[in-house]
């Protein structure tokens, strides 16, 4: 099929049909697959790279964290059509969170969101028993430019992330940017942390346009 065939937006999917066609870069869509379409999903759509995607299907986003606002799910199937894309835009295309929307303990969200900050305050990672388990943990603690500020727990890889930086001793400035994060509550109160293995998270990251 020609890539010059019309696409969809997707925030235009719905679930009335399922021959719809994106134009997508790893976009903000919950997405979902069986165990035996996973490995030819993350084949056939690595991050970071433009793909056309036709035949899925579309159904109502549910579950505990979902990864946008969108009321809505794709799901690939076998039946689902990957083909390359020559478009190239290094656009992020984050959407990163006000840290006020952090101030309120009750809040309770569902959504994974972006959030950028200062470190300014970081532990030492830890090894700690999770379900008789051994498993890294890093606390720290980051800012916006507006001097508010958020309470961030990483685990295992992302934690790992921080060694050379704590290694080194580093006093300069550190700035992390974390997509797809989680909004915990611990203890009364709000705190940042890894959505399983969704995120991605970058230190003192430089990408083409800014924030």
Partial sequence: MSNKQSFVFLNEVKPYKDNWRVHVK????????????????????????????????????G???????SQYKMTITGETVFSESDFSDDNPFLSLASYSILEDPKLKTVFLIDIIGEVFELGRIQTVQVHDKDKKRLQFQMRDTNGLDVVGCLWGKYAEQFEEYI?????????????????????????????????????????????
């Fill in 26 to 61: 790893g976009g903000k869509l919950h997405s979902t697959a069986k165990r035996n379409q996973m490995y030819r999903a993350q084949r056939n759509f690595p991050i970071g790279e433009w793909r056309f995607i036709e035949k899925f299907t579309v159904s109502a986003a």
């Fill in 63 to 69: 579950g505990q964290y979902r990864t946008s606002r």
């Fill in 167 to 211: 290694e080194r001793g580093n006093d300069q400035m550190l700035i992390c940017l974390i997509r797809f994060a989680k909004i915990n509550i611990f203890r009364g109160s709000i705190q940042i942390t890894n959505g399983f293995d969704a995120s991605i998270v970058t230190l003192n990251p430089t990408m083409q346009g800014g924030y």
